[in-house]
């Protein structure tokens, strides 16, 4: 497995710790996860059933300390996210939602109470999260949300709608973000929780094996101890985003791996005028580029997850990461994709499946264009987005 | 009362990348490939922890290999061994199944143990010997090929896999015993158990610490490999076409393997 996709020997840089999670995480994928997915993406849902099993392993906030959780390395949390998204992009986003979206405010932002009555149940997979920030006329800009929340005595008051929200018909619980007199904050809303209702939206092209939805909140009331104390502001919401796309820098490898040796296997058996296509030089062009980029991504993650270990990873550091490995891999999946010929569209291969999730994962939790702005802005300190 | 389980595990290279023979050595090429934890071993992991969970007993996992066969240990314990013991000697170099099993018994000895559990044969090497001599040389009985284990009242009991079904076969502890890869679903090891296997003790043993020096290894072969021959290439397969009577023949053909 390793040897192939691992140029520069990034493995040797792992603990024996990160190790075992990846071989781990790696067979889970390919025994439990790869012979559903390619019926769930075309049937356009997920697989509920493998979440006791994910939450077995420990997936869920696995970085974080206590309540339940294994307290793992950032690399270690990386790995994890690369080898379940070179299952597919909707595993990996089902558990950064779970992990960093949802838990990691509750951790970070929760009160005790909160923290004890959500944070071992959503480890445990009994409790599923979303995480509700994008409405549909504020994508890029959170900042200008909609979406408000009023006191009423002691209660909030909710109004609003959140538009492409992972997981929103399958999670008891949204972290709802919600503008109020103060300034941005952050709520737990709980399913079945009356003017609280999610739809789940139809039609998507990408991200076929995991749930999308919108959530509509009309005079919604919830108790006060809803509120997530320690969020204040719109920062709160970018330091979940900051460690999801921190999962995401990692996953896109993990997709692109995928896609690569799929395409290897591929040229080196494919024969077209009496020799496999591996043989031409313009495949053999297309997979050198595919592996180089593979591989400088690997060592972008690598040391990136150190810098986040020792607590020094900035917001714009993930930024490039983000926008680097994501175009990479969507490059090298489109590559593979003609590799593949006319199989390449096929789901009984990986790569357009893979192909097409990375358009979403190009897009969410900050687009190229933005992430390239925002380190326009850290290089020359003028900000070309706002 | 607790129950605690010694298993046997061996690290081998990965069977899913093609295997490559030493001609000169006539043996399996080590360096230079993926090792891992034997499969089937696995099943005698998640064997010994069920038995050891159930009664509130521990698991100690003994492996006779190289360094790196302390990667096999660390998986074990990361889905739930308690301990494990290395035995390491350069001398073990190219032992067989017979020095193999003494090292093992040797390990083992003067750890208190109701139940040792290893895999019917390794994915590599394939004896099937080693667990026999073990129970040989500890003494102890030896029940083979269990697809099911329940351990109660100072007995082990198992139903044994035989081309027919199987058989029902009981012995008391403390006892041997090798489990088929049908007996259960090995377990993923948990990111917390992981993180907990780093602080799990791992001894480390040298021939002379277990008292073998000279009598295990490569100074003690009984047995040499005297020529290799490759695999017959596999017959194709057969067709049966469906005139109404495809099932039926099916069928008997899986009979025929005895596989049904
Ligand atoms: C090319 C080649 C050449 C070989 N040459 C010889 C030879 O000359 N003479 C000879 O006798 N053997 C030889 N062997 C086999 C020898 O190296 C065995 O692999 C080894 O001694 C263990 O036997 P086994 O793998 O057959 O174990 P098996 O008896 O098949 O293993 C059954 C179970 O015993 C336990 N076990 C086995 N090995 C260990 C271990 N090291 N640590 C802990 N538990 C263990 C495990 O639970 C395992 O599932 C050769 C093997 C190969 C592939
Ligand atoms: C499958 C899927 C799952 C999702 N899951 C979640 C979720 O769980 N929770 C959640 O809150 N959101 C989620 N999202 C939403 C996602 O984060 C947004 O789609 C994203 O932030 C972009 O917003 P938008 O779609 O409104 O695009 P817009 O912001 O309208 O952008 C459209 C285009 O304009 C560009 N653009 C915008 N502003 C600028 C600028 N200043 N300069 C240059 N270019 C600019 C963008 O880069 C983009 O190319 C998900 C989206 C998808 C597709």
Not at chain 1, 4 to 32: G, I, K, N, P, W
Not at chain 1, 158 to 177: C, E, P, Q, S, Y
Not at chain 2, 117 to 143: F, I, K
């Amino acid at each position: 497995m390793a040897a192939a996709t691992d140029f520069y020997c990034v493995q040797d840089l792992l603990t024996d710790e990160e190790r075992l999670v990846q071989s781990t995480v790696a067979r889970f994928v390919e025994e439990r996860f790869l012979p559903i997915v390619a019926d769930h993406y075309e049937r356009g849902t997920f697989p509920l059933e493998i979440v006791p099993e994910l939450a077995r392993i420990g997936l869920f906030g696995m970085h974080l300390q206590g309540y339940g959780a294994a307290g793992m390395s950032n690399v270690a949390y990386g790995v994890a996210c690369q080898e379940l998204e070179r299952g597919d992009s909707g595993l990996r986003s089902f558990v950064s939602v779970q992990g960093s979206l949802c838990m990691f405010p509750i951790h970070r932002y929760g009160s005790e109470a909160q923290k004890q009555r959500w944070l071992p149940a959503m480890q445990s997979g009994e409790a599923i999260g979303c995480f509700g920030l994008t409405e549909p006329d504020f994508g890029s800009n959170p900042g200008g949300m909609a979406t408000r929340a009023r006191r009423d005595g002691s209660d909030w008051i909710l109004d609003g709608t959140k538009r492409w929200i992972t997981n929103g018909n399958l999670a008891h619980i949204a972290v709802v973000w919600a503008r109020t007199e103060q300034g941005i904050r952050g709520f737990l809303v709980e399913r079945g929780t009356r003017g609280f209702e999610a739809r789940e939206i139809h039609h998507k092209l990408s991200m076929r094996a995991s749930v999308t939805s919108e959530l509509l909140l009309e005079s919604c009331r919830v108790p006060a101890d809803c509120e997530l104390p320690g969020a204040q502001g719109l920062k709160a919401p970018l330091s979940c985003l900051n460690e999801a796309r921190f999962g995401i820098v990692w996953g896109a490898l993990g997709a692109a791996i995928a896609c690569y040796q799929s395409a290897l296997d591929y040229a080196k058996a494919r024969v077209q005028f009496d020799r496999p296509i591996a043989g031409f030089q313009l495949t053999q062009l297309k997979l050198a580029n595919m592996l180089t980029e593979i591989t400088k991504g690997q060592l972008l993650a690598f040391q990136l997850g150190r810098l986040k270990d020792q607590g020094k990873a900035t917001a714009v550091q993930i930024s490039m990461a983000k926008m680097n490995n994501v175009r990479e891999a969507l490059e090298v999946a489109r590559l593979a994709r003609s590799i593949l010929g006319a199989n390449g569209i096929s789901l009984e291969y990986p790569v357009m499946r893979h192909m097409a999730n990375l358009e979403t994962v190009l897009t969410y939790e900050g687009t190229q264009e933005v992430h390239t702005l925002a380190l326009g802005e850290a290089i020359t300190g003028i900000s070309a987005f706002k | 009362m607790a129950i605690n389980v010694v298993v046997c595990v061996k690290q081998i290279p990965d069977p899913s990348a093609p295997a490559r023979l030493d001609p000169a050595s006539k043996r399996l090429v080590r360096e230079g490939v993926d090792l891992v934890l034997d499969p089937g071993d696995e099943h005698a992991v998640e064997a010994a922890l069920q038995v050891a969970e159930g009664a509130g007993g521990e698991v100690t996992v003994v492996s006779m290999g190289p360094a790196r066969a302390v990667d096999a240990i660390r998986r074990a314990l990361s889905m739930g061994g308690a301990r494990g013991i290395h035995v390491q000697d350069p001398a073990l170099q190219n032992s067989d199944a017979l020095s193999t099993a003494r090292v093992l018994a040797a390990a083992v000895k003067g750890q208190p143990f109701d139940l040792i559990v290893c895999g019917q044969e390794s994915t590599d090497g394939s004896t099937g010997a080693v667990p026999g001599q073990l129970a040989e040389l500890l003494g102890l009985p030896l029940l083979s090929f269990a697809r099911k284990l329940s351990v109660e009242e100072g007995k082990a009991s198992i139903h044994r896999q035989t081309d027919e079904g199987y058989d029902v076969v009981e012995a008391p502890l403390p006892a041997v015993v090798t489990v088929t890869g049908g007996i259960n679903d090995p377990r993923y090891p948990s990111l917390r158990g992981i993180m907990q296997s780093k602080n799990k003790e791992v001894r480390q043993l040298t021939l002379e610490a277990i008292g073998l020096s000279g009598k295990a290894g490569e100074k003690a072969l009984t047995q040499e490999v005297v020529d290799l021959q490759p695999a017959q290439a596999r017959k194709a397969g057969r067709v049966i076409e469906d005139k109404g009577e495809g099932a039926r023949e099916i069928v008997d053909f899986l009979a025929e393997l005895k596989v049904i």
